[in-house]
């Protein structure tokens, strides 16, 4: 890969050993992918903070960085608590300590620590804007919804992005790349669950093949970011198109391969009926908007019969403080910095159900609990629930 002058002596060490070392990361990786040089970011976006993922040796990763500053305005992801609500989720005083050191790491750095999975409601980067996003559904969401251009970065390559300022320029950072390889029409109406269905069952099937699709009737936001959250948790997809709805549909193509999905392709992760009893529901897998907090309010029953977690970013908290006090009061908990996924909290419940398919995919797995999952969309939920 070629270098300027200036990278070549950051990768020298002139500039510090965490500077050298997020060079290092920098270049192993356009050296694997074929990268011609190192392109500018806008932003960047870390995931993996939680210390439920982390543990020590991810702690101690990240103290071999923790001298340097981040160049580019830098986001965090969720981590293993509410700040300001840690206690009442039973999380243990040594779990405590060693995710707050890893935030301070963080804040240090230069980082928002804005703890979210989302955080495109905060600022959204703009069509063709490079940045280096390591959240899968970020990564899906900013590279269809928005046109920005990011790879599906690993933690510690958006680290080392962070640092430096640059990525290598290969994969979804190249406009040729963004094409569909794949036309998926599909044959019903979508709502929310379907959407999430469709999504982890595009993402098993297309694994990181980009689709344009075509939908009989125009979804909504909330559709395209659980389908993409879904379809980044089931496959690694980095993008889709949809057809008249996303900025780059024009120049997306068809691809060489077709494929119809209907009602009856997806309906193996939608329970037709649910079972009597669950111990928790959990929404908010990506973070909650605060449209999306102003509308879940409103569908809720006025007093809730099972627990219900809600998860969001502190910011659309405070931007929904209306919505989030009326859940809150029908008996719901809204919790913000953490998820249903990167904290241990949920432990104790077994059967969960939830309105996204990131979170069925999850939750399912061993290493986050190996919960019975079921989805089904929020307005059901609510019916469910009262
Ligand atoms: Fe976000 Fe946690 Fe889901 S990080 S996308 S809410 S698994």
Known sequence: MHLTREEEKALEGELGPAVRKAYEILVALGDMFGAERLIPISGAHIS????????????????????????????????????????????????????????????????????????????????????????????????????????????????????????????????????????????????????????????????????????????????????????????????????????EWKEAGEGEERMAVGVEDVEGYIESSLPPEVDAVVIGCPHLSPGELAALSRILPPKVRLPLFVFTSRWALESARDAVREMEMKGARVYADTCMVVSPFLSPYRRILTNSG?????????????????????????????
């Open 48 to 247: 993996g903070l939680s210390y439920r993922t982390l543990g020590d040796h991810g702690v101690h990763f990240i103290k071999t960085l923790s001298g340097a500053r981040f160049r580019v305005p830098t986001t965090i992801n969720p981590i293993g608590f509410d700040v300001c609500r840690w206690r009442e989720m039973s999380i243990s005083d040594e779990f405590y300590e060693k995710q707050t050191e890893v935030l301070d790491i963080f804040r240090r750095m230069g980082a928002n620590p804005v703890c979210t999975c989302t955080p495109y409601h905060i600022h959204a980067p703009r069509r063709g804007e490079h940045l280096a996003y390591a959240e899968s559904s970020a990564v899906v969401y900013a590279n269809s919804i928005l046109g920005a251009m990011t790879n599906r970065e690993g933690g510690p390559s958006a680290l080392a992005a962070a640092i430096a300022g640059k990525t290598p320029l290969y994969g979804m950072q190249v406009p040729e790349n963004r094409k569909a390889r794949c036309r998926v029409e599909v044959l019903f109406t979508p709502n929310h669950a379907r959407c999430s269905a469709l999504g982890l069952y595009l993402g098993a099937t297309l694994g990181d093949a980009i689709p344009i699709i075509a939908f009989p009737e125009r979804p909504d936001e909330t559709c395209l970011k659980l389908m993409g959250a879904a379809m980044a948790a089931s496959g690694s997809v980095p993008m889709f198109h949809v057809e008249g709805v996303t900025p």
């Open 358 to 386: 990131k979170a069925y995919n999850y939750l399912r797995m061993r290493k986050f609990g190996g919960h019975d999952v079921w989805i089904a969309d929020a307005e059901t939920i609510a019916r469910y629930l009262s």
